[in-house]
């Protein structure tokens, strides 16, 4: 008899459930039923950077203008401390200084590569501008004085600042520290004076003699002060306050602009009054009385020719009875002045000279304004004065931004065809000379793929740019308002508008760039399909639908006695037929109680519509007012070229038209397209008390076909009562018999019209507090779209009802709220599996709510070429339902092996052509070419879906629809924008949040490789503009006129410092002017000074340690040891290492000498004492 042996019992249960344990970890990693093979990925960490690229656009609030005559660059400092500077078309660059103030004035030192800031804070920077990315190598800090203007002589390393005491100091710009010498207010003016002359507005050197400095006051006293003997030796007093001063290069008479919309020009050598007065605008009085006053003259220059009368140019001092008057730049040449009007209000303005020396024939050829929004270039050598055609990209503010899309590795046939058809789009009447600021060096173009940037404008249009390279280039501009009728005057205005401005604003572009599909959404519940052509062509009747997308109303009262309003007459045809024209003109406009009604916001042209080669309108398609009600605007929007299809959602509900067929396949609730799977549980509305005739029967029962596998036979008992008014929809060729099916599936029995007119409008009257509660909706919308026009900043608290980025997050919401506020979020064409049951893949829309809801809608689409176009498109809720937390914001799809299956397209045709012999090849779906084998993959292999939400990012394992893999984004914050994007021969999911994170995540795996801090969400702009894109690039919208370009590539921020241009370049100062023999034996010519004697430390002395205070900037040596990469970098860190290594040398060499001297002086001392002892005996020592 064997033993029983408990021990090896108990071992036996303990490696049972260790293994079993095992198993249950190993099970919750890898949900049950998911089997699929690992899939190796190949990003990681390393792969990732982020770091900014370039900036794009105007300088937002521009401050400050200076030009480097010799280098031709320009530079522009803004209110918030930002500095721009301009060499020839690509070479840009931008700064910023890290205390925020404004600029007030910049300083070139000429053809020296560095730049001198003044800013409102009381501090000078000086700049190095011979690295790629400036940096601040000193800074000043004035403790106890306002800094008011600056000058910086030519070829002079002393600085002149001018405080708002009055006193003048003297900067040395190599040290960046102060001279002891100072030119003292009181010491300037008269002493019998017993006021002060204000601060100092201006101060320049007498170009003949650089020991004279003219200094002028704002209350309108002018000083000229000898350097050399500390004194003044001229004042020139003005009962006007002083803006501006400016001399004649003979050093012989200077003009002043005043504020009374005077100049005045004076003598040097006559102080008492001046030469002349002249009012440029003001009108001349009889009996010789004084000009009626002006506004005042900001600016003058006073620049000379060889050949001719000298150019006074200035700005502003128009008379005051100009009312509404553009502000001008005037520009006199002899007895000719020209007004130029410009478009915003005049900054800072500059003449652009032949010489920088200022004593010699200036001769001006062009002036370059700063204006508010805009930079312009005046050619003064042609006659009428044109402007230069501007070629940097500084025109993306022209209508306030709304929305804006990036996409990189475009199609290499996309850009010249945009090119070719924005060419003909260019306004005539430029100069012809070349752009005159051309200076610095493009860098090396290391990226090669097509960038496109598309930006959606307050006014309706479109601009489509050229990327590439981090450069940026309007390729071409389209505008949406074409198709619509406007108003001449606010009085004409449609009384159907749901906003008080900018009716045409884009909010959501969908863009196919292989097939050149084109979709946007606007503002006032619209949508229209673009189609590409290089053809022109007239269409007389633009193509029109009008969709009634309502949310299901609470008990609705119907009162005996009131009609129903009638319901647009449907076409007799089956056959699609071109849009007739009179399907443009609404069907009702209001209902018997004078409630507007089945009318949209906006009314399309009747008019033959002339379209230039690009984009042309396919279709318009309109929401309608309901019941007094207005639409939603749109929160969706995708279009399929492929599939000729395209979908729009709202809070209302979902729409899917095709517009190959002009037809409205589907127009449901969002809660009809849960059927009996709706997760909140719930349930109809009480059943309306109506008077059904049977033709309404028939028609609710035919819109219920397409449904019939999706909802049980109680729900369609429930729903066939007050489904009516969802399926109405006024169409010129469309029967409203399926909604869920194309009209040109056949027609049941025809309703005649008096059958209509006696069906109940249910939405007739609704009870006071929904009707209020749609009010504050629609007002709250309404708001949300002046909003996306104007730069407001967002509340600290993000979580405001009213904020569109809130949707539904608090738990606090009760659930009929949270069941009226959900949207459609996101929508997705793709051929993928729709049920579990499903074996291979079909043509599917993925939809995608605020409540975190994922639902399939199956699409049955006919054959391709003419078939398409006769036989319908049948469209069924699949029953799948998928959740996540927060919001779905993206949705994409991987094959088997992890890559990235795209969508189905169409490949772009020439439709303006007759079509060729073989129509049907071109017709046939393909695939774009793309790193995944997904188009020949075999019907047994699963596939992938990615899901972002605003909260958390799944990975669902298709046709089992099992999670195979899950990630937590954000639980204190929201996601904001979530793009699936290629990046080094994989893709990853890239999401920027609200807290101010970027973060990547490897697909399908979802681990975290990248979490950096970026970029706190202070408005609503970054919100709406946050992009990524392919290949580590992403962008948005900085500030109301500029574009912020950013990388997460580390390889792109590897060679970024290669492909940045370079500012300086080695140039040979012009040589100075001949002073002519006469000159100087007679000494006629300038006058030097020397400097460097007069402000030194040894004979002006140190200057008060409390006045200023000296900072060292990151621009040195160190800056550039740390900053520098690439090639630049390692030429930088040769040329400190040769540096450093000749230092030592020099200091080895300095020892040895010493150690020489110090031999030749031991040998010299051994030598004497050889000769002193050498007779001596050994004991006389």
């Given at each position: 008899m064997r033993k029983f042996n408990i021990r090896k019992v108990l071992d036996g249960l303990t490696a049972g459930s260790s293994s079993a344990s095992q198993q249950q970890q190993q099970q919750q990693q890898h949900p049950p039923g998911n089997r699929e093979p690992e899939i190796q990925e190949t990003l990681q960490s390393e792969h990732f950077q982020l770091c900014k690229t370039v900036r794009h656009g105007f300088p937002y609030q521009p401050s400050a203008l200076a030009f480097d005559p010799v280098q031709k660059i320009l530079a522009v400092g803004t209110q918030t401390g930002a500095l721009r500077l301009f060499g020839r078309p690509g070479v840009e660059c931008y700064c910023q200084h890290d205390s925020g103030a404004a600029v007030i004035q910049l300083q070139f030192l000429i053809n020296e590569g560095a730049l001198v800031s003044a800013l409102a804070d009381d501090t000078l920077h000086l700049w190095n501008l011979r690295q790629k990315r400036p940096a601040i190598l000193h800074s000043l800090k004035f403790c106890r004085e306002r800094v008011t203007f600056c000058h910086l002589p030519f070829q002079s390393k002393w600085l002149y600042v001018g405080t708002e005491r009055g006193n003048i100091h003297i900067v040395n710009v190599e040290s960046f520290t102060l001279s002891g010498y100072v030119v003292m207010w009181n010491k300037a003016i008269e002493l019998s004076s017993k006021s002060h002359p204000g601060p100092v507005v201006h101060i320049s050197d007498n170009p003949m003699d650089e020991g004279k400095l003219l200094i002028g006051f704002e209350s309108g006293t002018v000083v000229l002060w000898d350097l050399k003997s500390k004194k003044a030796d001229y004042r020139y007093t003005y009962d006007e306050a002083i803006h501006s001063v400016a001399w004649h290069h003979e050093g012989k008479q200077f003009i002043c602009s005043h504020s009374d919309g005077t100049l005045t020009i004076w003598n040097v050598r006559s102080p008492t009054k001046p030469v002349q007065t002249i009012t440029p605008h003001g009108k001349q009085l009889k009996d010789g009385k004084k000009p009626e006053p002006c506004k005042p003259i900001l600016k003058v220059e006073f620049k000379t020719t060889r050949s001719g009368e000298p150019f006074i140019i200035l700005s502003g001092g128009l008379s005051y009875d100009t009312v509404g008057r553009r502000p001008c730049l005037t520009v006199m040449h002899g007895k000719s002045t020209a007004v130029l009007e410009m478009d915003y209000s005049i900054v800072d303005f500059l003449t652009l000279c032949e010489t920088p020396y200022p004593n010699d024939f200036q001769e001006p050829y062009a002036v370059v304004v700063l204006l508010e929004k805009d930079l312009v270039l005046i050619d003064l050598a042609q006659n009428g004065y044109p402007i230069f055609e501007n070629p940097y990209p500084l025109s993306i503010h022209e209508s306030p931004v709304t929305c804006c899309e990036y996409f990189a590795d475009c199609p290499v046939d996309l850009i010249p065809a945009l090119y070719s058809v924005g060419a003909r789009q260019k306004r005539q009447g430029y100069s012809k000379k070349e752009w005159p600021i051309n200076g610095g060096n493009w860098g090396l173009g290391a990226q090669s793929y097509p960038e496109i940037i598309i930006t959606g404008h307050a006014d309706g249009s479109l601009k489509f740019w050229d990327a590439s390279a981090i450069t940026l280039q309007v390729l071409y501009k389209l505008k949406t308002s074409k198709v619509f009728e406007k108003s001449r005057n606010k009085d004409e205005r449609p009384n159907t508008d749901i906003v008080d401005e900018d009716p045409y604003a884009i909010q959501i572009i969908s863009w196919c760039p292989e097939s050149r599909m084109l979709c946007i959404a606007g503002v006032s519940a619209h949508v229209i399909i673009y189609r590409f052509s290089k053809q022109e062509v007239v269409t007389e009747v633009i193509p029109m639908l009008e969709v009634r997308l309502l949310y299901e109303i609470n008990d609705v009262e119907?009162?005996?006695?009131?009609?129903?309003?009638?319901?647009?007459?449907?076409?007799?045809?089956?056959?699609?037929?071109?849009?007739?024209?009179?399907?443009?003109?609404?069907?009702?406009?209001?209902?018997?109680?004078?409630?507007?009604?089945?009318?949209?916001?906006?009314?399309?042209?009747?008019?033959?519509?002339?379209?230039?080669?690009?984009?042309?309108?396919?279709?318009?398609?309109?929401?309608?007012?309901?019941?007094?009600?207005?639409?939603?605007?749109?929160?969706?929007?995708?279009?399929n070229s492929s599939y000729g299809l395209v979908v729009f959602g709202n809070c209302n509900g979902i729409a899917m038209v095709d517009y190959l067929q002009k037809a409205v396949l589907l127009n449901l609730g969002t809660i009809e397209l849960y059927g009996s799977n709706d997760p909140h549980r719930r349930e109809?509305?009480?059943?309306?008390?109506?008077?059904?005739?049977?033709?309404?029967?028939?028609?609710?029962?035919?819109?219920?076909?397409?449904?019939?596998?999706?909802?049980?036979?109680?729900?369609?008992?429930?729903r066939s009562s007050f489904l009516t008014g969802l399926c109405d929809i006024s169409e010129g060729t469309v029967v409203p018999e399926d909604r869920c099916k194309s009209p040109t599936s056949g027609s049941s029995s025809p309703h005649n019209s008096d059958d209509e007119q006696k069906m109940n409008n249910f939405i007739e009257k609704v009870k006071t507090k929904s009707r209020k509660f749609s009010k504050m909706v629609a007002s709250d919308i309404a708001k949300m779209s002046r909003k996306l026009s104007l730069p407001t900043d967002l509340k600290p608290d993000l979580d405001v009802k009213d904020n569109s980025f809130s949707r539904s997050r608090s738990s606090s919401v009760t659930s009929i709220d949270k069941e009226s506020r959900e949207a459609i979020s996101a929508l997705h064409f793709c051929e993928?599996?729709?049920?579990?049951?499903?074996?291979?893949?079909?043509?599917?829309?993925?939809?995608?709510?605020?409540?975190?809801?994922?639902?399939?809608?199956?699409?049955?689409?006919?054959?391709?070429?003419?078939?398409?176009?006769?036989?319908?498109?049948?469209?069924?809720?699949?029953?799948?339902?998928?959740?996540?937390?927060?919001?779905?914001?993206?949705?994409?799809?991987?094959?088997?092996?992890?890559?990235?299956?795209?969508?189905?397209?169409?490949?772009?045709?020439?439709?303006?052509?007759?079509?060729?012999?073989?129509?049907?090849?071109?017709?046939?779906?393909?695939?774009?070419?793309?790193?995944?084998?997904?188009?020949?993959?075999?019907?047994?292999?699963?596939?992938?879906?990615?899901?972002?939400?605003?909260?958390?990012?799944?990975?669902?394992?298709?046709?089992?629809?099992?999670?195979?893999?899950?990630?937590?984004?954000?639980?204190?914050?929201?996601?904001?924008?979530?793009?699936?994007?290629?990046?080094?021969?994989?893709?990853?999911?890239?999401?920027?949040?609200?807290?101010?994170?970027?973060?990547?995540?490897?697909?399908?795996?979802?681990?975290?490789?990248?979490?950096?801090?970026?970029?706190?969400?202070?408005?609503?702009?970054?919100?709406?503009?946050?992009?990524?894109?392919?290949?580590?690039?992403?962008?948005?919208?900085?500030?109301?006129?500029?574009?912020?370009?950013?990388?997460?590539?580390?390889?792109?921020?590897?060679?970024?410092?290669?492909?940045l241009g370079e500012l300086f370049t080695p140039v040979e100062t012009p040589e100075a002017p001949n002073r002519g023999f006469f000159k100087g034996l007679f000494g006629g010519g300038a006058q030097s000074l020397d400097r460097e004697e007069l402000f030194g430390e040894s004979s002006s002395g140190k200057a008060s340690r409390s006045l200023a205070q000296h900072i060292p900037g990151p621009g040195g040596i160190e800056g550039v040891k740390g900053a520098a990469s690439g090639?630049?970098?390692?030429?930088?860190?040769?040329?400190?290492?040769?540096?450093?290594?000749?230092?030592?040398?020099?200091?080895?060499?300095?020892?040895?000498?010493?150690?020489?001297?110090?031999?030749?002086?031991?040998?010299?001392?051994?030598?004497?004492?050889?000769?002193?002892?050498?007779?001596?005996?050994?004991?006389?020592?």
């Open positions: 119907t009162p005996e006695g009131e009609q129903a309003p009638p319901l647009p007459t449907p076409g007799g045809g089956s056959n699609p037929q071109p849009i007739p024209p009179q399907s443009h003109p609404s069907t009702s406009s209001s209902s018997s109680d004078g409630l507007r009604d089945n009318v949209p916001c906006l009314k399309v042209k009747n008019s033959p519509l002339k379209q230039s080669p690009g984009y042309q309108t396919e279709l318009v398609i309109q929401l309608v007012w309901v019941g007094g009600e207005p639409p939603q605007q749109i929160t969706s929007l995708a279009v109809p509305r009480s059943p309306r008390k109506s008077r059904q005739p049977s033709g309404g029967v028939l028609f609710v029962t035919s819109c219920m076909c397409g449904l019939s596998s999706l909802y049980s036979e109680s729900m369609k008992k429930l993928t599996f729709t049920r579990k049951t499903d074996s291979s893949p079909s043509p599917c829309l993925w939809v995608g709510t605020t409540l975190g809801t994922v639902l399939v809608i199956a699409l049955n689409l006919p054959p391709g070429g003419e078939q398409r176009l006769l036989q319908p498109v049948i469209v069924s809720p699949s029953g799948t339902i998928l959740r996540l937390k927060g919001a779905i914001l993206r949705m994409a799809f991987l094959d088997t092996t992890g890559c990235l299956i795209p969508p189905a397209y169409e490949p772009w045709r020439e439709h303006n052509v007759p079509e060729e012999k073989d129509e049907k090849e071109k017709l046939k779906k393909r695939r774009p070419v793309s790193v995944s084998p997904s188009s020949s993959q075999e019907i047994s292999e699963n596939q992938y879906a990615v899901i972002c939400s605003e909260k958390q990012a799944k990975v669902i394992s298709l046709p089992t629809q099992n999670c195979a893999y899950k990630q937590n984004i954000t639980e204190t914050s929201f996601v904001l924008r979530g793009d699936i994007v290629a990046l080094s021969n994989s893709i990853c999911l890239a999401c920027f949040c609200a807290n101010g994170h970027i973060m990547t995540f490897s697909l399908p795996s979802l681990r975290p490789l990248l979490d950096v801090y970026y970029l706190p969400l202070t408005n609503m702009r970054i919100a709406r503009t946050f992009c990524f894109t392919n290949n580590g690039q992403a962008l948005y919208l900085v500030s109301p006129t500029e574009i912020q370009r950013l990388t997460y590539s580390q390889e792109t921020c590897e060679n970024l410092q290669e492909m090639v630049v970098g390692e030429l930088a860190r040769a040329r400190l290492a040769l540096d450093e290594r000749g230092q030592k040398l020099g200091d080895l060499e300095e020892r040895t000498a010493a150690m020489l001297s110090s031999a030749d002086a031991f040998s010299k001392h051994a030598h004497e004492m050889m000769l002193k002892y050498k007779d001596k005996k050994w004991y006389q020592f």
